[in-house]
Nanobody
Framework: QLQLVESGGGLVQPGESLRLSCAATGFSLEVYRLGWFRQAPGQEREGISCISIDGQYTNYAESVKGRFTVSRDNARNTAYLQMDNLQPEDTAIYYC?????????????????WGQGTQVTVSS
């Protein structure tokens, strides 16, 4: 079973950047498509990005498009989420997840492997 561990969250001011990491153990990351999700206080969990196995295809939710960039390094068994120009509405717990479905999706029902989450707080 794939295990995922997120890191890189923290407290930042509006306009600053963070880079989240998602490290995989237990199985090769190469057979999983990766999604990033977040859950803000009082809100439903939101899919924000996905990336194909080879990294050639990516997709983003409108709420983060143009500010966030997803990438992966299969040799290091690690995926990344670069978050630029962070705003208070980005405050949430961020999760990475893996799916073995043969397509990239941001539907959380398709994902069977989840990290524990990392807190991102954007405040002045």
């Amino acid at each position: 079973q794939l295990q995922l561990v997120e890191s890189g969250g923290g407290l930042v001011q509006p306009g600053e950047s963070l880079r989240l990491s998602c490290a995989a153990t237990g199985f090769s990351l190469e057979v999983y498509r990766l999604g990033w999700f977040r859950q803000a206080p009082g809100q439903e969990r939101e899919g924000i990005s996905c990336i194909s196995i080879d990294g050639q295809y990516t997709n983003y939710a409108e709420s983060v498009k143009g500010r966030f960039t997803v990438s992966r390094d299969n040799a290091r068994n690690t995926a990344y989420l670069q978050m630029d120009n962070l705003q208070p509405e980005d405050t949430a717990i961020y999760y990475c997840a893996g799916t073995r479905k043969p397509y990239c999706t941001m539907d959380q029902r398709s994902f069977t492997s989840w990290g524990q989450g990392t807190q991102v707080t954007v405040s002045s």
